[in-house]
C-alpha cells in the first residue's frame, strides 16, 4: 500500500466514524486503566517538576476533590512525592480542555462510535470563571464539581438512558451552518445540545428545582457542548490511528509546557517541542505577559477537521480571537494546502458547502512550511486566575520534522 492509499484509508476511517454520545458515567468505571490513585491530564506525558502554573492548579483541586488530601500544602507534597500518577488522557481514550484533568471519582460523556467500535471519553465543562481547567480549587471551584458530579451528572446518566443517544457528528454538521466552528465559539452546538438534552431532563428529573438549574447551567454556558464534541473528534481521530504507512495526524495536544503530536502510522510515539504562547485578544487587565503556553486537549478539534479548519464557517469568531472576517476565510483555506481531503459530512456554506479540510499530512506540513491553524482560549501562567483571552497559535515546526525523520527511518525511506 502506498502512502497516499494508507492515507485515504486513514481519512475514510477518520470521516465515517459516527460518534454518539450514550452515556455519562464514573470516570474510574469506564475508563481503560484509570488507577485508583491516577490522574489524568491535557496534552503528552508530563511531570510535577516540569507543569505549569494551570496545570499544578488543576492537579492540587482535583486531589483535594477526591479527599485525598485535607489541603493544598498536602496535596502538592502528595504530587510532588510521587503519591499520585500522572498520565495523558490521550492514553485512555479520554480528552480534556485546558488543563484536562480527570480523577476517578468524576463524571465523563461516554461516545460510542458506532462505525468503528471505539469509544471516547471527556469530563464537564465547568463554564466560566474560576474553574478547575484553569487550575483554580478554591471552595467555590470544588463545590461546583461536586454538585455537577453529584447532582447533575445522575439525572444526564438518566436522561440519555431515554434516548438512543445524541448524534454528535449530526450535531456538528448543524452546528458549522449556524456560525459556530466546534471549538471555541460552540454558541449553536451548545443550544442544540440543550434542544436534545431539555426534554429528556424533564422527564427523568425527580423535582422541579434540579430540573431548572440543571437546563440554567448547560444553556448558561456557551460551551457546554466543547467536551462531548472533543470526545466525539477523539473518537473519529483514534478510528484513523494505527494505520500502516499512514502520514496521517491522529493527535494534536498541548500540556502548557510541551506541544505534542502522534501520527497514525507511526503507533503511540509522541514528538514534542515548547508548547508556543498564543498571539490573541486580551480580557481587560491582562497582556501577553500574562500569558501561559497552550494548553488543552481541545486541538483534537482541528486534528479531526473543525476549529480553525472550519473557521470560514464561523467569521464571527474574529471578534474574539482577533482578525477580520476575511481572516477566518483564508485560514480555512490554507488548511486544504495541508489535509489529505475534505470532509464529506462538515460543510461550509460559504465556500459554497465545501467540506472542511480533514486530515493533516505530516509530509505537507513539512514540504510546504504550513503548520495547522488552532483557535485557543489563553490562560494566565499562575494557577487559578483563569482565562484572560483568546486568540491562535500553531504548533512548533519541529515536531513535525521529529516525526517525519522517525517515519522515515520506520518505513526505511
Known amino acids: ?3 497516499d492509499q494508507a492515507n485515504q484509508s486513514a481519512f475514510e476511517r477518520m470521516t465515517s466514524a459516527r460518534p454518539i454520545l450514550t452515556a455519562v458515567d464514573v470516570a474510574g468505571k469506564v475508563i481503560p486503566d484509570l488507577g485508583e490513585r491516577m490522574l489524568l491530564h491535557a496534552g503528552p506525558p508530563i511531570g510535577w517538576d516540569r507543569m505549569s502554573g494551570p496545570l499544578k492548579g488543576a492537579v492540587i483541586g482535583a486531589i483535594l476533590y477526591e479527599g485525598w ?13 510521587g503519591e499520585v500518577t500522572f498520565e495523558p488522557c490521550h492514553h485512555h481514550q479520554a480528552v480534556g480542555p485546558m488543563a484536562g484533568v480527570i480523577s476517578p471519582s468524576m463524571a465523563v460523556y461516554v461516545l460510542e462510535n458506532l462505525t468503528h467500535g471505539n469509544r471516547a471519553f471527556s469530563n464537564f465543562n465547568e463554564g ?5 481547567r484553569y487550575g483554580a480549587y478554591s471552595t467555590e471551584v470544588l463545590d461546583k464539581l461536586r454538585w455537577m458530579n453529584e447532582q447533575m451528572a445522575p439525572v444526564l446518566a438518566a436522561a440519555l438512558a431515554e434516548s438512543e443517544g ?12 449556524m456560525g459556530d466552528e466546534g471549538h471555541n465559539r460552540n454558541k449553536a452546538g451548545s443550544l442544540l445540545f440543550l434542544k436534545l438534552l431539555a426534554p429528556l431532563v424533564a422527564k427523568v428529573a425527580q423535582d422541579k428545582a434540579t430540573e431548572e438549574r440543571i437546563l440554567q447551567f448547560v444553556g448558561d454556558n456557551a460551551l457546554s457542548v466543547l467536551n462531548p464534541v472533543m470526545a466525539a473528534c477523539k473518537a473519529m481521530a483514534d478510528a484513523a490511528h494505527g494505520v500502516e504507512g499512514s502520514t496521517l495526524v491522529t493527535t494534536m495536544a498541548r500540556n502548557g509546557t510541551d506541544f505534542g503530536i502522534r501520527v497514525s502510522g507511526l503507533g503511540d510515539d509522541w514528538f514534542t517541542a515548547p508548547a508556543p504562547t498564543p498571539d490573541g485578544l486580551y480580557f ?8 501561559n503556553p497552550d494548553i488543552g486537549d481541545s486541538t483534537i478539534t482541528e486534528t479531526a477537521g473543525i476549529g480553525a479548519f472550519a473557521m470560514a464557517a464561523a467569521p464571527a469568531i474574529v471578534t474574539f480571537v ?14 486544504y494546502e495541508i489535509t489529505t481531503a475534505e470532509h464529506p459530512h462538515f460543510t461550509i456554506p460559504t ?3 465545501r467540506g472542511t479540510p480533514t486530515g493533516i499530512d505530516l509530509r505537507k506540513v513539512v514540504e510546504l512550511t504550513i503548520t495547522p491553524r488552532i483557535n485557543t482560549g489563553i490562560a494566565h501562567r499562575e494557577a487559578g486566575v483563569g482565562q484572560v483571552g483568546a486568540g491562535l497559535v500553531r504548533p512548533p515546526k519541529e515536531v513535525f520534522e521529529q516525526a517525519l525523520i522517525a517515519y522515515a527511518e520506520r518505513y526505511e525511506l
Open 1 to 3: 500500500m502506498s502512502i
Open 351 to 353: 465556500l459554497d458547502f
Open 166 to 177: 445524541l448524534d454528535i457528528r449530526a450535531l456538528l454538521a448543524e452546528a458549522l451552518h
Open 322 to 335: 482577533s482578525g477580520t472576517p476575511r481572516d477566518a476565510v483564508t485560514a480555512t483555506l490554507e488548511m
Open 69 to 81: 488530601a485535607e489541603d493544598e500544602a498536602r496535596a502538592a507534597a502528595m504530587a510532588e512525592g
Open 284 to 291: 481587560s487587565g491582562f497582556s501577553a505577559a500574562d500569558a
Open 128 to 132: 466560566y470563571g474560576k474553574v478547575l
